[in-house]
Protein backbone atom coordinates (compact mmCIF):
# COMPACT_ATOMS: atom_id res chain seq x y z
CA UNK A 1 0.00 0.00 0.00
CA UNK A 2 1.51 3.31 -0.54
CA UNK A 3 1.66 5.65 2.14
CA UNK A 4 1.25 9.01 2.56
CA UNK A 5 4.29 10.96 4.15
CA UNK A 6 4.20 14.36 4.82
CA UNK A 7 5.45 14.55 8.04
CA UNK A 8 8.79 14.55 9.37
CA UNK A 9 9.18 11.25 10.78
CA UNK A 10 12.95 12.12 12.26
CA UNK A 11 12.29 14.91 14.52
CA UNK A 12 10.70 13.18 16.85
CA UNK A 13 13.04 10.54 16.69
CA UNK A 14 15.37 13.01 17.74
CA UNK A 15 13.27 14.54 20.20
CA UNK A 16 12.82 11.34 21.92
CA UNK A 17 16.83 10.48 21.98
CA UNK A 18 18.14 13.86 23.19
CA UNK A 19 15.78 13.92 26.16
CA UNK A 20 13.85 11.61 28.95
CA UNK A 21 9.99 12.13 29.05
CA UNK A 22 8.16 10.86 31.31
CA UNK A 23 4.19 11.66 30.86
CA UNK A 24 1.88 14.43 30.11
CA UNK A 25 -0.89 16.93 31.75
CA UNK A 26 -2.89 20.03 31.18
CA UNK A 27 -1.08 22.76 31.06
CA UNK A 28 -3.05 24.24 33.55
CA UNK A 29 -1.86 21.85 36.34
CA UNK A 30 2.08 21.95 35.50
CA UNK A 31 2.20 24.39 38.53
CA UNK A 32 4.42 23.97 41.66
CA UNK A 33 1.22 24.03 43.46
CA UNK A 34 -0.85 21.56 41.53
CA UNK A 35 1.81 19.21 41.29
CA UNK A 36 2.63 19.79 45.45
CA UNK A 37 -0.78 19.12 46.10
CA UNK A 38 -1.73 16.58 43.36
CA UNK A 39 -5.03 18.49 42.21
CA UNK A 40 -5.36 18.40 38.45
CA UNK A 41 -9.21 20.24 38.74
CA UNK A 42 -8.49 23.45 36.55
CA UNK A 43 -11.22 25.97 36.40
CA UNK A 44 -13.57 26.37 33.42
CA UNK A 45 -15.00 29.87 33.37
CA UNK A 46 -13.52 31.74 37.01
CA UNK A 47 -15.94 34.59 36.51
CA UNK A 48 -15.51 35.30 40.14
CA UNK A 49 -11.60 34.80 40.62
CA UNK A 50 -9.62 31.61 40.66
CA UNK A 51 -10.52 28.70 41.78
CA UNK A 52 -14.04 29.26 41.36
CA UNK A 53 -15.15 27.23 39.05
CA UNK A 54 -13.43 24.55 39.56
CA UNK A 55 -14.10 21.50 36.39
CA UNK A 56 -16.68 23.96 35.32
CA UNK A 57 -18.48 23.49 39.05
CA UNK A 58 -20.59 26.86 39.39
CA UNK A 59 -22.41 25.47 35.85
CA UNK A 60 -22.70 22.20 37.44
CA UNK A 61 -20.56 20.40 34.80
CA UNK A 62 -18.81 18.73 36.94
CA UNK A 63 -16.47 18.30 40.29
CA UNK A 64 -13.28 17.91 41.59
CA UNK A 65 -12.74 14.39 42.94
CA UNK A 66 -10.56 11.89 44.24
CA UNK A 67 -8.63 9.85 41.16
CA UNK A 68 -10.12 6.03 41.65
CA UNK A 69 -7.14 3.84 40.55
CA UNK A 70 -7.22 0.11 40.07
CA UNK A 71 -5.72 -1.83 43.09
CA UNK A 72 -6.66 -5.60 41.95
CA UNK A 73 -3.30 -7.72 41.92
CA UNK A 74 -2.03 -8.11 38.06
CA UNK A 75 0.12 -11.03 36.82
CA UNK A 76 3.57 -11.84 37.87
CA UNK A 77 5.17 -10.45 34.64
CA UNK A 78 5.98 -7.46 36.46
CA UNK A 79 8.27 -7.67 39.69
CA UNK A 80 8.84 -4.34 40.43
CA UNK A 81 5.75 -2.56 42.12
CA UNK A 82 6.74 0.89 43.33
CA UNK A 83 9.73 1.33 41.06
CA UNK A 84 7.16 3.18 37.89
CA UNK A 85 4.95 6.33 37.43
CA UNK A 86 2.58 4.38 35.87
CA UNK A 87 1.34 2.38 38.39
CA UNK A 88 -2.13 3.44 39.47
CA UNK A 89 -2.11 5.74 36.77
CA UNK A 90 -2.25 8.70 37.76
CA UNK A 91 -1.79 8.65 41.32
CA UNK A 92 1.54 9.20 41.34
CA UNK A 93 1.28 12.45 39.87
CA UNK A 94 -2.17 13.19 40.97
CA UNK A 95 -4.65 11.75 43.18
CA UNK A 96 -7.68 14.59 42.17
CA UNK A 97 -9.14 15.30 39.12
CA UNK A 98 -12.45 16.33 37.48
CA UNK A 99 -15.09 14.16 37.46
CA UNK A 100 -17.54 15.61 34.71
CA UNK A 101 -21.41 14.78 34.55
CA UNK A 102 -23.55 13.54 31.98
CA UNK A 103 -22.60 14.83 28.58
CA UNK A 104 -19.41 16.74 29.33
CA UNK A 105 -15.76 15.69 28.94
CA UNK A 106 -12.30 16.95 29.21
CA UNK A 107 -9.37 18.04 31.86
CA UNK A 108 -11.53 20.85 33.01
CA UNK A 109 -15.27 19.52 31.92
CA UNK A 110 -15.36 21.88 29.07
CA UNK A 111 -16.06 19.69 26.25
CA UNK A 112 -18.00 16.77 25.39
CA UNK A 113 -17.87 13.22 25.60
CA UNK A 114 -17.70 11.73 22.06
CA UNK A 115 -21.02 11.73 20.13
CA UNK A 116 -22.04 14.90 21.53
CA UNK A 117 -22.13 18.26 20.77
CA UNK A 118 -23.52 21.66 21.54
CA UNK A 119 -22.94 24.35 24.40
CA UNK A 120 -25.24 22.46 26.49
CA UNK A 121 -23.16 18.87 24.88
CA UNK A 122 -27.08 18.15 23.50
CA UNK A 123 -26.60 17.30 20.06
CA UNK A 124 -25.90 14.06 19.08
CA UNK A 125 -22.85 13.92 16.31
CA UNK A 126 -21.60 10.63 14.18
CA UNK A 127 -18.52 10.69 12.67
CA UNK A 128 -18.11 8.13 10.01
CA UNK A 129 -14.48 6.95 9.20
CA UNK A 130 -13.68 6.08 5.58
CA UNK A 131 -12.33 4.02 3.66
CA UNK A 132 -8.72 5.51 2.20
CA UNK A 133 -9.30 3.95 -0.64
CA UNK A 134 -12.88 5.44 -1.68
CA UNK A 135 -11.79 8.70 -0.91
CA UNK A 136 -11.34 11.41 -3.95
CA UNK A 137 -7.98 12.92 -4.77
CA UNK A 138 -9.44 15.88 -3.09
CA UNK A 139 -10.53 13.98 0.30
CA UNK A 140 -7.71 12.84 0.67
CA UNK A 141 -5.47 15.83 0.11
CA UNK A 142 -7.62 17.25 2.96
CA UNK A 143 -6.97 14.27 5.08
CA UNK A 144 -2.87 14.94 4.46
CA UNK A 145 -3.35 18.47 4.99
CA UNK A 146 -5.47 18.33 8.83
CA UNK A 147 -2.28 15.51 9.66
CA UNK A 148 0.25 18.54 8.51
CA UNK A 149 -1.69 21.17 10.73
CA UNK A 150 -1.81 18.72 13.36
CA UNK A 151 1.61 17.82 13.11
CA UNK A 152 2.66 22.08 13.57
CA UNK A 153 0.33 23.06 15.85
CA UNK A 154 1.15 22.77 19.46
CA UNK A 155 -1.12 20.94 21.59
CA UNK A 156 -3.73 23.96 23.09
CA UNK A 157 -3.90 21.48 26.33
CA UNK A 158 -1.34 19.49 27.32
CA UNK A 159 2.47 19.30 27.47
CA UNK A 160 4.64 16.66 28.16
CA UNK A 161 6.52 16.20 31.73
CA UNK A 162 10.48 15.87 30.86
CA UNK A 163 11.41 14.03 33.99
CA UNK A 164 9.98 11.01 36.53
CA UNK A 165 7.53 11.85 39.07
CA UNK A 166 10.80 12.19 41.33
CA UNK A 167 12.34 14.92 39.82
CA UNK A 168 9.15 17.09 38.34
CA UNK A 169 9.49 20.00 39.92
CA UNK A 170 12.93 20.80 38.63
CA UNK A 171 16.60 20.89 40.64
CA UNK A 172 15.21 23.68 43.02
CA UNK A 173 12.14 22.12 43.70
CA UNK A 174 10.15 25.28 42.39
CA UNK A 175 10.89 24.53 38.12
CA UNK A 176 8.75 21.99 36.67
CA UNK A 177 9.87 20.45 34.03
CA UNK A 178 7.35 20.60 31.10
CA UNK A 179 7.78 21.24 27.46
CA UNK A 180 5.17 21.91 24.71
CA UNK A 181 4.39 19.27 21.90
CA UNK A 182 2.83 19.38 18.61
CA UNK A 183 -0.89 17.87 18.67
CA UNK A 184 0.51 14.90 16.41
CA UNK A 185 3.48 14.74 18.52
CA UNK A 186 1.31 13.92 21.61
CA UNK A 187 -0.03 11.59 19.98
CA UNK A 188 3.44 9.81 19.55
CA UNK A 189 4.31 10.49 22.31
CA UNK A 190 1.74 9.43 24.10
CA UNK A 191 2.27 5.63 22.64
CA UNK A 192 5.83 5.91 23.58
CA UNK A 193 5.25 6.61 27.10
CA UNK A 194 2.35 3.09 27.35
CA UNK A 195 5.60 1.25 25.86
CA UNK A 196 8.70 2.41 27.18
CA UNK A 197 10.73 0.77 29.97
CA UNK A 198 10.68 1.06 33.66
CA UNK A 199 13.80 3.11 34.76
CA UNK A 200 15.51 0.83 37.96
CA UNK A 201 17.79 3.15 38.98
CA UNK A 202 21.10 5.08 37.92
CA UNK A 203 23.62 2.08 36.91
CA UNK A 204 20.92 -0.32 36.76
CA UNK A 205 19.63 -1.73 33.34
CA UNK A 206 16.00 -0.29 32.88
CA UNK A 207 13.36 -2.93 33.07
CA UNK A 208 11.55 -3.81 29.71
CA UNK A 209 8.95 -6.45 29.79
CA UNK A 210 6.43 -3.88 30.39
CA UNK A 211 3.65 -2.99 28.02
CA UNK A 212 0.28 -1.12 29.13
CA UNK A 213 -1.05 -1.05 25.78
CA UNK A 214 -0.12 -4.25 24.10
CA UNK A 215 0.74 -8.00 24.66
CA UNK A 216 -2.49 -7.95 26.65
CA UNK A 217 -6.75 -7.67 26.43
CA UNK A 218 -6.02 -3.58 26.76
CA UNK A 219 -4.72 -3.70 23.07
CA UNK A 220 -8.04 -2.92 21.17
CA UNK A 221 -9.61 -0.57 24.33
CA UNK A 222 -6.57 1.55 24.34
CA UNK A 223 -5.55 1.75 20.81
CA UNK A 224 -9.45 2.76 20.67
CA UNK A 225 -9.06 5.49 22.76
CA UNK A 226 -5.99 6.55 21.01
CA UNK A 227 -7.49 6.97 17.48
CA UNK A 228 -10.35 8.99 19.72
CA UNK A 229 -8.13 11.47 20.71
CA UNK A 230 -6.01 12.11 17.78
CA UNK A 231 -9.49 12.21 15.31
CA UNK A 232 -11.00 14.70 18.18
CA UNK A 233 -7.98 16.88 18.32
CA UNK A 234 -7.46 17.46 14.41
CA UNK A 235 -10.92 18.10 15.05
CA UNK A 236 -10.70 21.12 16.84
CA UNK A 237 -7.04 21.70 15.23
CA UNK A 238 -9.55 22.47 11.69
CA UNK A 239 -12.14 24.01 13.73
CA UNK A 240 -14.22 21.02 12.01
CA UNK A 241 -16.33 17.87 12.63
CA UNK A 242 -15.85 16.88 9.55
CA UNK A 243 -12.12 15.70 9.68
CA UNK A 244 -12.08 11.65 10.51
CA UNK A 245 -9.56 9.46 10.59
CA UNK A 246 -9.87 6.96 8.01
CA UNK A 247 -8.77 3.02 7.80
CA UNK A 248 -7.45 1.09 4.84
CA UNK A 249 -9.31 -2.25 4.48
CA UNK A 250 -7.24 -5.67 5.07
CA UNK A 251 -9.37 -9.36 4.04
CA UNK A 252 -6.77 -10.86 5.93
CA UNK A 253 -7.61 -9.38 9.36
CA UNK A 254 -11.21 -10.36 8.47
CA UNK A 255 -10.63 -13.73 8.08
CA UNK A 256 -8.66 -14.19 10.86
CA UNK A 257 -11.26 -12.14 13.16
CA UNK A 258 -14.24 -14.15 11.70
CA UNK A 259 -13.69 -16.93 14.25
CA UNK A 260 -17.39 -17.99 14.59
CA UNK A 261 -17.55 -18.68 18.23
CA UNK A 262 -16.37 -14.62 18.60
CA UNK A 263 -13.47 -15.80 20.48
CA UNK A 264 -10.27 -13.63 20.47
CA UNK A 265 -7.46 -15.52 18.08
CA UNK A 266 -3.98 -14.41 19.54
CA UNK A 267 -3.08 -15.12 15.69
CA UNK A 268 -4.87 -12.12 15.26
CA UNK A 269 -2.39 -9.93 17.37
CA UNK A 270 0.44 -11.40 15.70
CA UNK A 271 -1.01 -10.20 12.15
CA UNK A 272 -0.61 -6.56 13.81
CA UNK A 273 2.71 -7.22 14.57
CA UNK A 274 3.67 -8.62 11.21
CA UNK A 275 1.77 -5.62 9.57
CA UNK A 276 3.86 -3.21 11.50
CA UNK A 277 7.25 -4.98 10.69
CA UNK A 278 6.09 -5.03 7.04
CA UNK A 279 5.80 -1.13 7.26
CA UNK A 280 9.68 -1.18 8.43
CA UNK A 281 11.15 2.15 9.41
CA UNK A 282 9.50 3.69 12.22
CA UNK A 283 6.23 1.98 11.75
CA UNK A 284 7.71 -0.99 12.75
CA UNK A 285 9.50 -0.08 15.75
CA UNK A 286 6.64 -0.22 18.61
CA UNK A 287 7.87 2.42 20.91
CA UNK A 288 7.98 4.94 17.94
CA UNK A 289 5.18 3.46 15.33
CA UNK A 290 2.26 6.05 15.34
CA UNK A 291 5.11 8.42 14.17
CA UNK A 292 4.53 6.99 10.86
CA UNK A 293 0.93 8.14 10.05
CA UNK A 294 0.08 4.50 8.32
CA UNK A 295 -0.14 3.62 11.58
CA UNK A 296 -4.11 5.20 11.70
CA UNK A 297 -4.70 3.52 8.84
CA UNK A 298 -3.67 -0.15 10.41
CA UNK A 299 -5.23 0.62 13.78
CA UNK A 300 -8.35 2.21 12.75
CA UNK A 301 -9.13 -0.61 10.60
CA UNK A 302 -8.41 -3.30 13.65
CA UNK A 303 -10.66 -0.80 15.86
CA UNK A 304 -13.12 -1.57 12.74
CA UNK A 305 -13.39 -5.22 13.33
CA UNK A 306 -13.25 -4.64 17.17
CA UNK A 307 -15.94 -2.71 16.97
CA UNK A 308 -18.13 -5.11 14.52
CA UNK A 309 -17.04 -8.23 16.78
CA UNK A 310 -18.32 -5.94 19.88
CA UNK A 311 -21.49 -5.45 17.93
CA UNK A 312 -21.97 -8.85 16.39
CA UNK A 313 -21.65 -11.37 19.44
CA UNK A 314 -23.07 -8.77 21.62
CA UNK A 315 -19.61 -8.59 23.89
CA UNK A 316 -19.65 -8.88 27.47
CA UNK A 317 -17.52 -7.15 29.49
CA UNK A 318 -17.30 -9.87 32.21
CA UNK A 319 -14.55 -11.62 28.76
CA UNK A 320 -12.53 -9.22 29.98
CA UNK A 321 -10.23 -10.00 33.02
CA UNK A 322 -10.87 -7.87 36.03
CA UNK A 323 -7.69 -8.44 37.88
CA UNK A 324 -4.45 -10.82 37.03
CA UNK A 325 -4.04 -9.67 33.04
CA UNK A 326 -0.51 -7.71 32.48
CA UNK A 327 0.13 -4.54 34.40
CA UNK A 328 -2.16 -1.96 32.75
CA UNK A 329 -4.68 -4.89 31.03
CA UNK A 330 -7.01 -5.01 34.32
CA UNK A 331 -10.43 -4.02 33.21
CA UNK A 332 -10.49 -0.94 35.60
CA UNK A 333 -6.80 0.10 34.78
CA UNK A 334 -6.69 3.74 33.86
CA UNK A 335 -5.55 3.37 30.69
CA UNK A 336 -1.75 4.93 30.45
CA UNK A 337 -1.27 7.82 30.29
CA UNK A 338 -4.42 8.93 28.40
CA UNK A 339 -5.63 11.88 30.97
CA UNK A 340 -8.23 12.49 31.96
CA UNK A 341 -7.92 8.71 33.67
CA UNK A 342 -10.29 6.73 31.49
CA UNK A 343 -10.90 2.42 32.00
CA UNK A 344 -10.74 -0.33 29.68
CA UNK A 345 -13.95 -0.66 30.58
CA UNK A 346 -15.11 2.63 29.29
CA UNK A 347 -13.74 1.67 25.40
CA UNK A 348 -15.67 -1.75 25.46
CA UNK A 349 -18.44 -0.59 24.18
CA UNK A 350 -20.21 -0.23 20.38
CA UNK A 351 -18.64 2.76 18.94
CA UNK A 352 -21.81 4.01 17.05
CA UNK A 353 -23.94 4.04 20.21
CA UNK A 354 -21.45 5.20 22.65
CA UNK A 355 -18.41 6.75 20.80
CA UNK A 356 -20.16 9.01 18.39
CA UNK A 357 -18.27 7.44 15.25
CA UNK A 358 -18.79 4.64 12.77
CA UNK A 359 -17.36 2.61 10.07
CA UNK A 360 -18.28 2.90 6.56
CA UNK A 361 -17.49 -0.97 6.11
CA UNK A 362 -19.57 -3.64 4.40
CA UNK A 363 -18.97 -6.66 6.30
CA UNK A 364 -19.74 -10.51 4.73
CA UNK A 365 -22.03 -12.58 6.93
CA UNK A 366 -20.77 -14.46 9.86
CA UNK A 367 -19.60 -18.54 9.06
CA UNK A 368 -21.89 -20.75 11.63
CA UNK A 369 -20.05 -22.68 14.09
CA UNK A 370 -20.16 -26.87 13.87
CA UNK A 371 -22.68 -26.53 16.97
CA UNK A 372 -24.88 -23.62 15.03
CA UNK A 373 -25.00 -26.49 12.09
CA UNK A 374 -25.91 -29.29 13.77
CA UNK A 375 -28.82 -27.10 15.31
CA UNK A 376 -30.26 -26.09 11.77
CA UNK A 377 -29.61 -29.35 10.55
CA UNK A 378 -31.28 -31.05 13.06
CA UNK A 379 -34.47 -28.07 13.19
CA UNK A 380 -34.63 -28.95 9.65
CA UNK A 381 -34.56 -32.72 9.48
CA UNK A 382 -37.19 -32.39 11.85
CA UNK A 383 -39.14 -29.80 9.61
CA UNK A 384 -39.02 -32.12 7.18
CA UNK A 385 -40.39 -34.98 9.00
CA UNK A 386 -43.44 -32.70 10.27
CA UNK A 387 -44.18 -31.72 6.71
CA UNK A 388 -44.15 -34.85 5.00
CA UNK A 389 -46.29 -36.27 8.07
CA UNK A 390 -48.77 -33.35 7.43
CA UNK A 391 -48.21 -33.42 3.54
CA UNK A 392 -48.96 -37.46 3.59
CA UNK A 393 -51.87 -37.01 5.95
CA UNK A 394 -53.75 -34.96 3.65
CA UNK A 395 -52.76 -37.17 1.19
CA UNK A 396 -54.10 -40.10 2.28
CA UNK A 397 -57.49 -38.16 4.06
CA UNK A 398 -57.57 -36.08 0.63
CA UNK A 399 -58.12 -39.80 -1.83
CA UNK A 400 -60.64 -41.11 0.82
CA UNK A 401 -63.05 -38.20 0.51
CA UNK A 402 -61.98 -38.44 -3.24
CA UNK A 403 -63.16 -42.70 -2.99
CA UNK A 404 -66.37 -41.12 -1.24
CA UNK A 405 -66.96 -38.48 -3.71
CA UNK A 406 -67.07 -41.42 -6.48
CA UNK A 407 -69.52 -43.68 -4.68
CA UNK A 408 -72.97 -44.33 -6.89
CA UNK A 409 -75.81 -42.52 -5.66
CA UNK A 410 -77.86 -45.98 -6.34
CA UNK A 411 -75.66 -48.84 -5.80
CA UNK A 412 -77.08 -52.02 -5.40
CA UNK A 413 -77.39 -52.47 -1.89
CA UNK A 414 -79.50 -50.20 -1.40
CA UNK A 415 -83.51 -50.12 -1.44
CA UNK A 416 -84.97 -49.32 -4.09
CA UNK A 417 -88.14 -47.00 -4.03
CA UNK A 418 -89.71 -49.00 -6.16
CA UNK A 419 -89.50 -52.18 -4.42
CA UNK A 420 -90.86 -50.05 -1.51
CA UNK A 421 -94.17 -49.25 -3.36
CA UNK A 422 -94.39 -52.76 -4.40
CA UNK A 423 -94.92 -53.74 -1.03
CA UNK A 424 -96.78 -50.73 0.12
CA UNK A 425 -99.11 -51.74 -2.78
CA UNK A 426 -99.48 -55.22 -1.88
CA UNK A 427 -100.24 -54.37 1.81
CA UNK A 428 -102.99 -51.65 0.63
CA UNK A 429 -100.90 -48.70 2.78
CA UNK A 430 -100.48 -45.35 1.24
CA UNK A 431 -97.04 -43.91 1.27
CA UNK A 432 -96.17 -40.60 2.95
CU1 LIG B 1 0.54 0.23 19.45
Known amino acids: MKAHRPLSLGYFLALLCSQPA ?41 RCEAVTADSRPHSRQYPHDGRDDREGWPTRFFNRTCRCNGN ?115 FLTWHRYHLLQLERDMQVCRKHFNVQILYRHCALFVNRYSDPTGRYDPAVRSLHNLAHLFLNGTGGQTHLSPNDPI ?18 YNADISTFPLENAPIGHNRQYNMVPFWPPITNTEMFVTAPD ?31 VAVIFVGASCLIRARNKLDEANQPLLG ?15 SNQSMV
Open 104 to 218: FSGHNCGTCRPGWRGAACDERVLTVRRNLLDLSAEERNYFVQALDMAKRTTHPQFVIATRRSEEILGPDGNTPQFENISIYNYFVWIHYYSVKKTFLGAGQESFGEVDFSHEGPA
Open 295 to 312: FILLHTFTDAVFDEWLRR
Open 22 to 62: WAQFPRECTTTEALRNGVCCPDLLPISGPGTDLCGASSGRG
Open 354 to 384: NLGYTYEVQWSSRNFSISEIITIAVVAALLL
Open 412 to 426: DQYEHYTEEYETLKN
